[in-house]
């Protein structure tokens, strides 16, 4: 499922326009971003967690060359999800 989709899943839900649907999810995806910007962590009760850490340095070998390449130190988000939505992943699969 892609932006536009999820939009589009919020509209007919909640019976609204999907440009104000994709508005407001657009709006909460920005605060997100800034939020984790700013070294933030986004709790969502039931949901899950997302954060920002910090991966180190390190020095990898190029597949196709051979060459060792150094990789700078740098940034992911990382999510971790709630244990109500792990159990009703595993759930599913029973």
Same mark, same amino acid.
């Given at each position: ?14 019976? !609204? $326009?999907? +440009?104000?649907?994709? &508005? ?29 850490? +910090?991966? $180190?340095? +390190? ?12 990789? $700078?130190?740098?940034? +992911? ?15 599913? !699969? &029973?």
């Amino acid at each position: 499922m892609n932006r536009k989709n999820l939009a589009r899943e919020i509209s007919r839900r909640k019976k !609204i $326009p999907i +440009t104000k649907a994709e &508005s407001f999810l657009m709006e909460i995806f920005q605060v997100m971003e800034e939020q984790m910007v700013h070294g933030e962590k986004i709790l969502i009760r039931d949901f899950g967690k997302f954060e920002c850490k +910090t991966r $180190p340095a +390190t020095r990898r070998r190029n597949p196709q060359s051979g060459d060792m390449i150094e990789l $700078p130190e740098r940034k +992911t988000v990382v999510f971790t999800p709630s244990k109500e939505l792990k159990g009703k992943l595993n759930d599913s !699969i &029973s």
